[in-house]
């Protein structure tokens, strides 16, 4: 594994957060200042193949990065956040509907976040009287 790969790695395996590529960047950048973002989005595709990382798609938002620790996601459909949730393993039964030998799963549950749910309330309270 290069250098790159092993700071990127580090990088995900850190954060709290589920970063995408350009914040991985620019949290390389701070010890690599010769780094290149195509080399970060190089080294993000080899660590996913290898499966030493998990690549989170979301519709309409660049797709994140996280650790393989199992786990699942809350994804709020109007501004893309997400949110890590432990729930039971889910693979036997799955498998055993399936028949089939599964490798992974990833179980996203879309939903409304409390701040988004806030905000679509306080526009509907808002209302204009034109009178």
Wanted: aromatic share 6%.
């Amino acid at each position: 594994m290069t250098k790159n790969a092993k700071q990127i790695l580090e990088i995900i395996n850190a954060s709290r957060e589920h970063l995408s590529a350009e914040q991985i960047f620019f949290d390389l950048k701070k010890t690599n200042k010769k780094v290149v973002l195509a080399t970060v989005y190089n080294n993000l595709t080899s660590l996913y193949k290898q499966g030493l990382i998990r690549k989170i798609s979301v519709e309409g938002f660049p797709d994140r990065y996280d650790n393989i620790i199992r786990h699942d996601h809350l994804v709020c459909r109007n501004c893309g956040k997400l949110s890590d949730i432990l729930l039971d393993d889910l693979t036997e039964k799955l498998q055993s509907q399936l028949g089939i030998h599964m490798l992974s799963y990833d179980l996203k549950i879309n939903y409304i976040c409390e701040e988004c749910a806030k905000k679509q309330n306080e526009s509907k309270n808002c209302s204009v009287d034109l009178d």
